[in-house]
């Protein structure tokens, strides 16, 4: 039986759906992730692995695929208003009904309509985002996912995209976390997320400027989140690249 501490932590997750992927989101999280301000005040690095893997993009509004990308975010941003998550109300379905599948109502299925109150939903299907979109999905999946520098590359282009990018070296960052415990109990750290980016990219490891932008935003999400993570360690280590051992 979970108490009320429990039930107030898991209270703002719900679960996302896009194409043939599952997402375990947190409300607020995602609706302040996307929101124009905060995307305004962060440093967003991206690679367009069509073109060329050894430079950042610097003129993002010249580039198409870019732009896509930040038109799905404004789409986010509108089904996820900041101000409608702040109070996420408490659901919690009847035993028989979770028994019998999912409640009625839970589903979002028509994840165009706005006036649908997201707060209320357990599942919201969002795959109409990518319907009509050239972007691929692990690009999305890199924006969604807070790497600091995201890979770029649309649909039909997988090919040319692993090509490239498995012609360089890469250094692989780590996330590591420590979660909170019992007095007397071994801390134990774990994975928390992990990402590329090529050599030649990120030759001053941690002191890039994206990535003291990238640790200063999980310190603050660190610092929210006191009650479950105690402490977080990243790790920079090189991947020498063999051709066609990318997987995107």
């Known amino acids: 039986m979970l108490d009320l501490q ?36 962060r440093q967003l690095a991206f690679v367009d692995l069509e073109k060329s893997c050894c430079e950042l993009l610097t003129n993002i509004e010249a580039n198409d695929t870019v732009l896509e990308l930040v038109s799905i975010q404004d789409r986010f941003s509108a089904k996820f208003p900041v101000e409608a998550a702040v109070d996420v109300p ?16 839970t589903i979002d299925a028509e994840c165009t309509d706005n006036h649908v109150d997201n707060r209320t939903l357990l599942v919201v299907d969002l795959s109409s985002f990518l319907e009509t979109a050239q972007i691929t999905l ?3 999946n890199g924006w969604l996912l807070n790497y600091p520098v995201t890979y770029l590359f649309r649909n039909g282009s997988d090919e040319a995209a692993i090509q490239n990018l498995s012609k360089h070296s890469l250094h692989i960052y780590r996330v590591y976390v420590c979660g909170s415990c019992q007095s007397g109990a071994k801390q ?3 994975e928390l997320m992990s990402f590329s980016v090529p050599c030649g990219l990120s030759t001053k490891r941690h002191e890039e400027p994206w990535a003291k932008s990238f640790i200063a935003r999980m310190n603050e999400k660190l610092r929210r989140c006191s009650q479950v993570w105690t402490s977080m360690r990243l790790e920079v280590k090189v991947f020498h690249s063999q051709s066609q051992v990318i997987v995107l």
Not at 90 to 105: F, T, W, Y
């Open 6 to 41: 429990e039930t107030s932590m898991l209270n703002p997750l719900r679960v996302m759906v896009i194409n043939d992927m599952l997402y375990l989101i947190h409300v607020k999280g995602l609706a302040e992730h996307a929101s124009p301000k905060e995307r305004s005040q």
């Open 90 to 105: 408490v659901i919690r379905p009847g035993i028989a009904k979770q028994m019998s599948g999912l409640p009625e109502r």
């Open 138 to 140: 692990p690009s999305l």
């Open 188 to 190: 134990s750290e774990e």
